[in-house]
């Protein structure tokens, strides 16, 4: 019979990282709760000996909500776009066959090494000739550009993998490729847009660097540009700059407990074949 032994390293090295992981976490909801006056006199890890709700009032006075407005519509807008696109091009790709179909496949692919950093400048030029600097499409257009190499790849594996007798099935009863795609291929694809739904989501709204080349204004200033003038306007008030951050996280962090069922399934999929 098999001894079972406990793995006491390993589970000791999961409760260290659990606690790496907590830690941090920790310090950020409990000082965003820590009035100004008391954030130097008390032990940064403590529970606040008077909590109170003073850094997030400050925060909600100081458009955080324009932020937060601005920060949805670009990450939803553009992973709407990203998801429709990736579906119908991987339903292309996959079901034409045809050598078009195939280097259109490797073009697609081409992007996802090329670095974002590297092409800064040739984006900046190109949303200033379309005339869309400093608005919140001047945001969404180079996001969807960028996030859609990626979303195919997972995507075009999950279409891949459709048998094609449901196809064909659906093709003898009459139905038109619109059809195919809205009633078989959008169901049975439904874990890899969740994954890549969620995934996108992140990278649109912790995306940085666009927001700081392509925007200028406040009106259009999304949360991640925000979080980092805020850090300079209440330089001296860290449970302020903390609690935006907390603000910040709250709509993605319940996007994914959403989703988090599909986005497991997603990224597990095909490890059981």
Same mark, same amino acid.
């Given at each position: 019979m098999e001894d079972k032994r406990p793995n006491i390293l390993g589970g000791l090295g999961g409760w260290l990282w659990l606690i790496v992981v907590i830690v941090p976490i920790y310090y950020i909801i409990v000082t965003s709760l820590r009035p100004q006056e008391d954030y130097y006199n008390e032990n940064p890890l403590s529970i606040p000996s008077n909590p109170s709700l003073e850094p997030y009032r400050i925060v909600l006075e100081n458009d955080f909500l324009l932020y937060l407005g601005n920060s949805l519509l670009v990450t939803i807008i553009a992973v709407v776009v990203i998801l429709a696109v990736s579906l119908m091009a991987s339903y292309y790709l996959v079901r034409s066959g045809t050598r078009l179909a195939r280097h259109t496949l490797q073009l697609i692919?081409?992007? =996802? !090494?090329?670095?974002?950093?590297?092409?800064? +400048?040739?984006?900046?030029?190109? =949303?200033?000739?379309?005339?869309?600097?400093?608005?919140?499409?001047?945001? =969404?257009?180079?996001?969807? !550009?960028?996030? =859609?190499? +990626?979303?195919?790849? +997972?995507?075009?594996?999950?279409? /891949?993998? +459709?048998?094609?007798?449901?196809?064909?099935?659906? /093709?003898v009863d009459g139905a038109g490729e619109w059809r195919m795609l809205v009633t078989l291929v959008l169901p049975l694809s439904r874990p890899a847009l969740m994954t890549v739904g969620i995934y996108q989501a992140l990278q649109v709204w912790n995306g940085f660097l666009f927001p700081l080349v392509?925007?200028?204004?406040?009106?259009? /200033?999304?949360?991640?540009?925000?979080?980092?003038?805020?850090?300079?306007?209440?330089s001296t008030n860290v449970p302020a700059v903390l609690a935006a951050v907390t603000l910040s996280v709250l709509p993605i962090f319940a996007a994914y407990i959403v989703g988090r069922r599909q986005l497991v399934s997603g990224l597990t999929a095909g490890f059981g074949k």
């Open positions: 692919l081409l992007g =996802i !090494a090329i670095p974002l950093q590297a092409t800064i +400048i040739p984006v900046y030029y190109l =949303i200033v000739e379309l005339g869309v600097y400093d608005t919140v499409w001047g945001l =969404i257009l180079p996001y969807i !550009a960028f996030g =859609i190499p +990626i979303s195919v790849l +997972i995507t075009v594996n999950f279409v /891949r993998d +459709i048998p094609g007798e449901l196809f064909e099935s659906m /093709r392509l925007t200028q204004s406040s009106e259009v /200033r999304v949360l991640p540009l925000s979080l980092w003038s805020y850090q300079g306007e209440f």
